[in-house]
């Protein structure tokens, strides 16, 4: 069908495609869960943010499973030696996300407010780890991540899960984390009404705002003071100051990831006060495909690049599983990646409309 080139080069893109899914849709849930404590005043309002998003959350989390499923077919190598490098912390995502499916469905079962308010801080922490979380591997794939094979291909990882937790990943996870507050927000706009509608669009100005300074400051970090990697002419990995920054240089094109970056969040900020969610909406989403494709064209093609060997990092070339195997798998996405859309497009649709206080006061069993 395509040359294995090629194919390697289509799986790099789809499973961008996917996080950038994942982020679009789950991000705004992730967000709007991190705001709860602070746009909702009393139990109606609470319960107006947690319906808003409970609808599709469920749904969204469907771009999640497939992207980690994608990779670990597509990558293999790239999937195991992240679960060694990363494990305590991915072991933290995976026990903060449990508290949400149980927070959504336990919240309303009973009324006690002590139970209520200990499920609105589950739902909290359940989104606040994993939006940090993700920046912070991020940040530690631009730095490298310390790892080796030995002669069986057997990884061994020599970090510690303090390391991960280092000043420029810590940045990356409030990039990542200003960026998802600012896409909850902007949904909280589109979706409620009222005082809560109001708190939104001001968390929404600020966390574009803060968000904008923090992702400059990151990219100039990366492109005056981080070393970076690249692939020399003999085809070998290499460490060099300023590397991240070749492909931009090689491909002028690709400097429209990061100006819609921060043009996304510039425009989410300012179209904040003047309330109008959809412009808010679009502006945060162009912010995160912005984002997330300046993290990938800066990697590319890296996908986890070794501080320890630079000759064993993982790029493209190198982690992809056999021919076959992708074009199997590229086959199963071009049959259901659409059935996936029409679904999700139909459920967005159907949902469609503002959550109100008079209608969650209304209603006391059936919503959330």
């Not at 999640?64 to 994608?70: D, I, K, R, S, Y």
């Not at 390391?163 to 940045?171: G, V």
């Not at 600012?182 to 005082?195: E, I, P, R, S």
């Amino acid at each position: 069908m395509f040359d294995y080139t090629v194919l390697q080069v289509i799986w790099w893109a789809l499973i961008g495609t996917l996080l950038i899914g994942f982020a679009l849709t789950d991000g705004f849930d992730m967000g709007a869960c991190v705001l709860l404590p602070f746009v909702a005043r009393n139990d109606t309002e609470r319960r107006v943010v947690v319906n808003a998003v409970g609808a599709t959350w469920e749904g969204n989390q469907v771009w999640f499973v497939t992207a980690g499923g994608a990779t670990f077919a597509a990558w293999p190598r790239v999937y195991a030696t992240a679960f060694s490098g990363f494990y305590i912390a991915l072991l933290l995502v995976l026990f903060a996300l449990f508290f949400r499916p149980v927070g959504f469905d336990y919240r309303g079962k009973v009324s006690d407010p002590r139970w209520r308010g200990f499920w609105d801080w589950a739902l909290f922490g359940g989104s606040l780890v994993p939006a940090l979380v993700f920046g912070v591997a991020f940040g530690n794939l631009l730095q490298g991540v310390p790892f080796e094979f030995d002669a069986d291909l057997r990884s061994t990882y020599t970090g510690s899960f303090f390391a991960l937790l280092n000043p420029f990943a810590l940045l990356c996870g409030l990039v990542s984390l200003c960026m998802l507050v600012t896409h909850g927000a902007a949904l909280l706009q589109l979706k409620t009404d009222g005082a809560v509608r109001a708190r939104a669009a001001s968390a929404q100005r600020w966390a574009g705002m803060v968000g904008l300074v923090l992702f400059a400051l990151a990219g100039t970090w990366v492109a005056t003071a981080l070393v970076g990697f690249h692939v020399d002419d003999n085809g070998t990995a290499a460490a060099a100051a300023g590397a991240w920054m070749n492909n931009y240089a090689r491909w002028p094109a690709m400097w429209i990831a990061p100006v819609l970056g921060l043009a996304g969040l510039l425009g989410a900020a300012l179209w904040s006060g003047r309330h109008s969610g959809t412009a808010g909406f679009l502006s945060s989403s162009v912010a995160i495909i912005g984002i997330i494709l300046t993290a990938g064209f800066s990697l590319f093609p890296f996908i986890m690049p070794s501080s320890t060997d630079t000759a064993h990092s993982l790029t493209v070339w190198n982690a992809t599983s056999s021919r076959l195997t992708l074009e199997i798998m590229l086959f199963a996405v071009i049959v259901f990646l659409p059935l996936i859309l029409v679904y999700t497009s139909w459920v967005y649709k159907v949902m469609f409309g503002r959550v109100t206080s008079h209608a969650i006061e209304a209603d006391q069993h059936t919503l959330y």
